[in-house]
């Protein structure tokens, strides 16, 4: 029997984060989540159970330098992540079109979802307490499968319908941004702090 692999779907995950950038990152966040009045109202006013600066602030990078920071050693993540991915970019780069922060309080979650307009997304993790979300990926061909089995319980990874993954403080997930993914509920005692981005051509 002769069985090939097509429609690959890859996420990247790294540790590139160390405890001086995550310590400056969770005092920076926490200043943020205090400081940022359009932000908590964005929040209550949509159901966020917690803090994101998502739809409040677009200048992270300008406004500290510890976001600087984490940009700089994003980009070689980026770059190496699309190369490996074999996308052709026309010669041009992928650039930076937003980043914000997430401050995640027990029981809050976030649903399913993509991110347009853009080529990748990711998130790194500055704060992950025992019990907190994972991050839900969904199969992109779910949709389409109508009448097909679900994948058996011990299925590998590989051919299950979803995967989740428990991040972990100072790594990084990169995945293309039409992929659905969603934030499951935070059984944790305390909330979990990351930064999420976008890349667009």
């Known amino acids: ?13 790294e540790s590139i984060g160390d405890a001086e950038l995550n310590a400056d990152l969770n005092d920076t966040i926490r200043m943020l989540a205090k400081e940022d009045r359009a932000g908590r109202h964005w929040c209550k006013e949509n159901g966020y159970q917690g803090y994101t600066s998502y739809a409040s602030l677009d200048d992270l990078p300008q406004r500290a330098t510890c976001f600087d920071q984490l940009v700089r050693i994003l980009k070689p993540q980026v770059e190496a992540f699309a190369a490996h991915l074999q996308m052709d970019l026309r010669g041009k780069r992928l650039k930076l079109d937003n980043i914000w922060v997430n401050v995640l309080e027990p029981g809050g979650s976030h649903t399913g979802h993509i991110h347009p307009h853009c080529v990748l997304s990711g998130t790194y993790y500055v704060k992950v307490p025992d019990g907190a979300s994972s991050l839900k990926f969904e199969d992109p061909r779910l949709p389409m499968m109508m009448s097909a089995p679900a994948p058996r319980e011990e299925a590998d990874e590989a051919h299950r319908r979803f995967v989740y993954v428990a991040p972990k403080v100072g790594e990084v997930l990169l995945w293309e941004s039409w992929l659905r993914h969603e934030v499951t509920v935070n059984w944790a005692a305390t909330s979990r702090i990351s930064v999420s981005f976008n890349y667009r051509l």
């Open 1 to 13: 029997m002769t069985i090939s692999r097509h429609f690959v779907t890859e996420i990247l995950r």
